[in-house]
C-alpha cells in the first residue's frame, strides 16, 4: 500500500472518530474520542487538512517554539475569501492580542500591562465581596429547592470583576455576557455558517460599544485600564485613529478572554466537586488543598480544548509530514490526560506532584489572564465549601455545541 493511500485511510479514520466530536454525546465527554484518536499516534491526520497533535510533550513545545506561529492576519488573508478564516468576525480577531506574531505581538504585550502580584492583591478583596455576595443569592434561590449554579455564580462573577476593573457599567454587563458567547464562535474549530453569522453580528456590536468606550475615556480619562491604554498607545502610535483601534482591541481582548474561559473554568471546577462528594469535606477542612484542586480541575477538563499554530517552514511531527503554512491543532484538551505524561491520568487526583496542563497555552501566548482566573476560581471553592452545606447535582448539565471552547449551558444543584 503506498504512502497515499495510508495517509488517505487514516484521514478517513480520523473523520469518523471526529465527527463523534460534534454530537452532544461528543461535546458532554469527549474523552474517550480522544482517546481513540491518541490510539492512532500523537499526530493524526485532521479532517479539513494539517494535523491533530495529542500528545502532551509535543503539543508543550510546539507552544514554546518560534517555528510555529499564530494564524495571523497574513495567513488568514491567503486561506481565500470563502474560507470561514476570512469572515468579518474571524478577521477581527485576527488584530487581537492572542492572533499576533512578533514583532507585532510583542508591541502589543507591552502596551497591554500584566497583572502583577500587587494588582491581584488589590483585586483580591473585590473578587471576595463579589464572591460573597454571588453565593448568598445562590443560597437564597436553595431555599426553594434548587438553583442553576452556572447562570447566578459563575457567570456573574467573571463579568462583575473584568467589568468593574475596565469601568464597565454594570447595566452593560448582561449584554457584553450575551455578546461574548455568540461572538466566541469566531474562535470555533469548525463552526456552522449559521454559528458565524452570529459572531458576525455580535462583534459588530462589540466594536461600537467599545470604540465608543474609547472615544468616552479619551474625553474624560480616569483610573482606568482603557484609559491608560490610550495613554501608552499615544506615546507609540502617532496616528490617533489606529491608536483608539489598538486600545479597542485589547479591550475586546480581555473582555473576551475574561468572560468566556474563566466562567466555564468556574462551572467545570464546581462540577468537578460535585462530582466528588467527599472533596467537599476535605476542602473545607483544609483549604489550602484548593489551589491544586483547580490545577486538577483545568487538566481534567479545560475551558479550551484546541490552539491552532502554523509551521513557519517544511518539516515533520513524529513522521507526519507537514509543509510551511499548514496548521496543527493542538488538542490540549486531551492531552491532560495522556498516559505518557501522567499516571493513572484518567483518575481526578489534585495530589499530583506535577498537575501538568496546557489550559493557559504556553510560551509568548501563555494566558495573560492566567492570575486573574485562579484568584477567582481559588476564592469561589474557598468561600463554596466554608459558607454552604455540601450540593448535589440535580441532573447532568447540558453542554454548548462547541469543540475548542467548552461551555456548560446550565449547572442545577439543590442542597445535599
Given at each position: 500500500m503506498d504512502t497515499g493511500t495510508v495517509q488517505s485511510s487514516d484521514r478517513r479514520a480520523t473523520v469518523s472518530l471526529f465527527s463523534r466530536l460534534r454530537t452532544a454525546r461528543g461535546q458532554s465527554d469527549p474523552f474517550p474520542v480522544y482517546a481513540a484518536l491518541r490510539s492512532r499516534g500523537r499526530v493524526a491526520p485532521a479532517p479539513w487538512g494539517g494535523h491533530l497533535v495529542m500528545g502532551f510533550d509535543l503539543c508543550d513545545r510546539l507552544l514554546r517554539s518560534r517555528e510555529w506561529a499564530e494564524p495571523d492576519q497574513r495567513w488568514r488573508a491567503r486561506q481565500g475569501r470563502s474560507s470561514r478564516w476570512n469572515t468579518p468576525s474571524v478577521r477581527e480577531m485576527g488584530h487581537t492580542l492572542p492572533a499576533l506574531n512578533p514583532p507585532e505581538h510583542t508591541r502589543v504585550r507591552r502596551a497591554a500591562g500584566s497583572f502583577d502580584r500587587g494588582s491581584i492583591r488589590q483585586m483580591s478583596g473585590h473578587v471576595t465581596t463579589t464572591t460573597i455576595r454571588l453565593l448568598d443569592a445562590l443560597a437564597e434561590q436553595l431555599r426553594d429547592g434548587e438553583a442553576d449554579f452556572n447562570a447566578v455564580v459563575s457567570e456573574e462573577l467573571p463579568v462583575a470583576v473584568i467589568g468593574g476593573w475596565l469601568g464597565i457599567p454594570s447595566a452593560d454587563w448582561p449584554r457584553l455576557r450575551e455578546l461574548t458567547h455568540d461572538q466566541v464562535f469566531a474562535q470555533e474549530l469548525l463552526p456552522s455558517a449559521s454559528q458565524l453569522a452570529l459572531s458576525d453580528a455580535a462583534t459588530r456590536e462589540l466594536r461600537a460599544y467599545f470604540m465608543d468606550l474609547v472615544r468616552e475615556r479619551r474625553a474624560r480619562p480616569g483610573d482606568d485600564p482603557v484609559s491608560r491604554w490610550i495613554a501608552t498607545w499615544d506615546a507609540i502610535e502617532p496616528d490617533r485613529e489606529k491608536a483608539d483601534a489598538g486600545v479597542y482591541y485589547l479591550a475586546l481582548f480581555v473582555l473576551l478572554a475574561a468572560l468566556e474561559t474563566?466562567?466555564?473554568?468556574?462551572?467545570?471546577?464546581?462540577?468537578?466537586?460535585?462530582?466528588r462528594p467527599w472533596w467537599?469535606?476535605?476542602?473545607?477542612?483544609?483549604?489550602?488543598?484548593?489551589?491544586?484542586?483547580?490545577?486538577?480541575?483545568?487538566?481534567?477538563?479545560?475551558?479550551?480544548h484546541v490552539i491552532t499554530r502554523v509551521a513557519t517552514r517544511d518539516g515533520e511531527l513524529d513522521g507526519a509530514a507537514y509543509r510551511a503554512g499548514e496548521p496543527v491543532h493542538l488538542m490540549v484538551g486531551a492531552?491532560?490526560?495522556?498516559?505518557?505524561?501522567?499516571?493513572?491520568?484518567?483518575?481526578?487526583?489534585?495530589?499530583?506532584?506535577?498537575?501538568?496542563?496546557?489550559?493557559?497555552?504556553?510560551?509568548?501566548?501563555?494566558?495573560?489572564?492566567?492570575?486573574?482566573?485562579?484568584?477567582?476560581?481559588?476564592?469561589?471553592?474557598?468561600?463554596?465549601?466554608?459558607?454552604?452545606?455540601?450540593?448535589?447535582?440535580?441532573?447532568?448539565?447540558?453542554?454548548?455545541?462547541?469543540?475548542?471552547?467548552?461551555?456548560?449551558?446550565?449547572?442545577?444543584?439543590?442542597?445535599?
Open positions: 474563566t466562567t466555564s473554568m468556574l462551572s467545570m471546577a464546581v462540577l468537578a466537586l460535585l462530582d467537599w469535606d476535605a476542602l473545607a477542612a483544609d483549604p489550602e488543598l484548593v489551589p491544586a484542586f483547580v490545577e486538577e480541575s483545568l487538566r481534567w477538563d479545560p475551558p479550551t492531552v491532560g490526560r495522556d498516559p505518557e505524561r501522567h499516571r493513572d491520568a484518567e483518575q481526578f487526583d489534585p495530589h499530583r506532584s506535577a498537575p501538568g496542563h496546557l489550559a493557559f497555552s504556553g510560551g509568548i501566548h501563555y494566558c495573560l489572564g492566567a492570575p486573574v482566573a485562579r484568584l477567582e476560581a481559588q476564592t469561589l471553592l474557598r468561600e463554596l465549601v466554608r459558607r454552604l452545606p455540601r450540593l448535589t447535582l440535580v441532573r447532568r448539565p447540558r453542554w454548548a455545541p462547541r469543540i475548542a471552547f467548552r461551555r456548560l449551558l446550565d449547572l442545577d444543584v439543590a442542597p445535599a
